[in-house]
């Protein structure tokens, strides 16, 4: 499904793109808050497009796509700017959103076509090859951005996620924690190298029989990770 997060905290509004959305193939994912957002985020690590209003009752969407960025995620994100302010344009793009539309909306056609758009550019369109990547008892969905061990799912984060799919694309292969971070996290993030070292070791409880013996994410000592004893 293409899982969209709603980000509005004025009712009448969300429903209208709630509605919309489900009309043009979306799964809408409804937020009031910021903290909400979070949540649902968290609940659904396969949403791969957001919508999100600025004005919000516990934060501004500004920092809520700041936070998103912060995470390493590469979602789509698409602010909800009011028409006078011009400014809001800049400030969203400056902290990492990829698009905006003005409210009041002229047009749900317009709305739809730019979030058809992204999330064509997000990739996480039908063009996606290979669909599936099937490694011993994982099954990696690149399509919906799911880990399968044994046929259960595996909750992962959109940062987990991304170090998963690297690891499926190269088994065996010794990844340094350099080439980790600025795979997933980009090569422009000038992070901790310890990040890296976070996600594997809470990846390692979600994904390992034994996460004090790992067999699936080894460590390559000295250097880095690699999938596979
Ligand atoms: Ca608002």
């Given at each position: 499904m293409k899982k969209i997060l709603v980000l509005e905290d004025e009712s009448s509004i969300r429903s209208f793109l709630v509605i919309n959305l489900r009309r043009s193939g979306y799964e809408p994912i409804e937020a009031e808050t910021g903290e909400e957002a979070f949540r649902q985020l968290q609940l659904h690590p396969d949403i791969n497009l957001a919508l999100l209003d600025i004005m919000l009752p516990d934060t501004d969407g500004f920092e809520v796509c700041r936070k998103i960025r912060a995470s390493g995620s590469k979602m789509g994100i698409i602010m909800l700017t009011a028409r006078s302010q011009e400014m809001d344009k800049v400030t969203g793009l400056m902290t990492g959103a990829d698009d905006y539309v003005t409210k009041p909306l002229a047009s749900i056609a317009e709305l739809t076509a730019r979030v058809d758009a992204l999330y064509r550019r997000v990739g996480?369109?039908?063009?996606?090859?290979?669909t599936e990547i099937v490694r011993g008892a994982f099954r990696l969905s690149t399509r919906n951005r799911t880990l399968e061990k044994n046929g259960v799912r595996i909750r992962l984060t959109q940062v987990e996620y991304a170090i998963v799919k690297l690891f499926m694309d190269n088994p065996g292969k010794a990844l340094s924690r350099e080439e980790i971070l600025s795979s997933v996290w980009g090569k422009d993030y000038n992070g901790e190298l310890k990040i890296v070292d976070v996600n594997i070791r809470r990846l390692r409880l979600k994904v390992e029989d034994d996460p004090q013996n790992p067999t699936c994410i080894t460590t390559v000592w000295g250097y880095g990770y690699k999938w596979g004893i």
């Open positions: 996480g369109g039908d063009n996606e090859d290979p």
